[in-house]
């Protein structure tokens, strides 16, 4: 595998199958994380996404296929290699009662024989950057927090206050880069002042939906057949965006949209050492210390995908 595509895709992808479009039920989902752990490209893989209101659900179904001593099923062959699943919970309602759910999930699945995993990240939406601060004051130490920006503070927003909130607290901005309708895609302008705000402020960010891609271009935005079309984000120009926002002294705002704009997958140019976007480069070590620290990883309800669209690019 060429180098950088190996460091642009490693934990890249958060498994988020039980959201729209696929919106899987959970035993399907953790049925493919499983699987998707144990594939070739299992390194692609980060958390599995699950809001705090069904972990419950998911102890029931996924215990047989998580790491641990009670090995039940084909997936739990070997299971003592396996690291614990690696959880994202996503908070709908109150904070504190999802989190009691969470500590309850973390202490169940600390045992082996009920499977090893953890929630050690949580994603919430926040209405105002006062949110933030109400939110760090209860969360433990143990539990990192992604915090989603209000659609308006990004289409067409100014979204430099809720990433200011953010700076400082060991915690990271969440965007959404599309959904089930056109009009939640935000524009190219719209995610490059995101970027900018996220690098002045020290903060990474993670991204959401809309990102199945791997090079921005139009697609449907669900799997039916009469689904709404649409320009979507593509996650190469998206992380590159972001690494090059990163790394390059002088990436300016204009350059960054360009790129978020590009169609052309030719453009980009993967090798061992580094990444060319046209006429300008990145070293993979530089990309490497990106992807760990500024741009991390996005939700997708589809792993296979991103896969088999890079593998129809030449890149795996």
């Known amino acids: 595998m060429i180098r950088t595509i190996e460091t642009l895709m490693t934990g890249l992808i958060d498994y988020a199958g039980?959201?729209?479009?696929?919106?899987?039920?959970?035993?399907a989902a953790v049925e493919n994380y499983a699987k998707y752990l144990r594939g070739e490209h299992e390194r692609f893989l980060s958390r599995f996404i699950c809001t705090a209101t069904r972990l419950e659900e998911l102890s029931n179904h996924a215990a047989v296929?998580?790491?641990?001593?009670?090995?039940?099923?084909?997936?739990?062959?070997n299971a003592d290699m396996q690291d614990p699943w690696q959880i994202s919970a996503v908070?709908?309602?109150?904070?504190?009662?999802?989190?009691?759910?969470?500590?309850?999930?973390?202490?169940?699945h600390d045992k082996e024989e009920h499977g090893l995993?953890?929630?050690?990240?949580?994603?919430?939406?926040?209405?105002?950057?006062?949110?933030?601060d109400e939110a760090m004051e209860i969360l433990?130490?143990?539990?990192?927090?992604?915090?989603?920006?209000?659609?308006?503070?990004?289409?067409?927003?100014?979204?430099?206050?809720?990433?200011?909130?953010?700076?400082?607290?060991?915690?990271?901005?969440?965007?959404?880069?599309?959904?089930?309708?056109?009009?939640?895609?935000?524009?190219?302008?719209?995610?490059?002042?995101?970027?900018?705000?996220?690098?002045?402020?020290?903060?990474?960010?993670?991204?959401?939906?809309g990102l199945h891609h791997p090079i921005r271009a139009q697609h449907k935005l669900t799997y039916e057949p009469d689904a709404p079309v649409a320009t979507m984000h593509g996650f190469i120009n998206v992380f590159l965006a972001g690494a090059f926002v990163r790394s390059?002294?002088?990436?300016?705002?204009?350059?960054?949209?360009?790129?978020?704009?590009?169609?052309?997958?030719?453009?980009?140019?993967?090798?061992?050492?580094?990444?060319?976007?046209?006429?300008?480069?990145?070293?993979?070590?530089?990309l490497a210390q990106v992807r760990e620290g500024f741009a991390t990883s996005y939700g997708s309800c589809s792993f296979d995908e991103p896969r088999d669209e890079l593998k129809g690019l030449g890149l795996l």
């Open 117 to 132: 995993a953890m929630v050690d990240v949580i994603e919430m939406r926040i209405d105002s950057p006062n949110d933030v």
């Open 65 to 77: 296929v998580m790491p641990g001593t009670y090995a039940t099923s084909g997936y739990r062959e």
């Open 248 to 286: 390059i002294k002088g990436f300016d705002l204009d350059t960054t949209i360009a790129m978020l704009d590009e169609t052309d997958s030719d453009a980009f140019v993967f090798s061992d050492e580094q990444v060319h976007w046209r006429d300008l480069l990145l070293p993979v070590a530089a």
């Open 91 to 108: 908070i709908v309602g109150d904070l504190e009662e999802n989190l009691d759910a969470i500590y309850k999930f973390n202490e169940h």
């Open 140 to 209: 433990p130490a143990m539990i990192a927090p992604a915090f989603e920006l209000p659609k308006e503070a990004v289409i067409g927003g100014d979204p430099r206050g809720f990433v200011a909130a953010i700076a400082g607290n060991q915690a990271a901005a969440k965007v959404r880069c599309g959904g089930i309708r056109p009009d939640l895609i935000p524009s190219t302008d719209d995610l490059a002042r995101f970027m900018h705000a996220c690098h002045a402020a020290d903060v990474p960010f993670k991204a959401t939906a």
């Open 18 to 27: 039980l959201f729209p479009p696929s919106e899987l039920a959970m035993e």
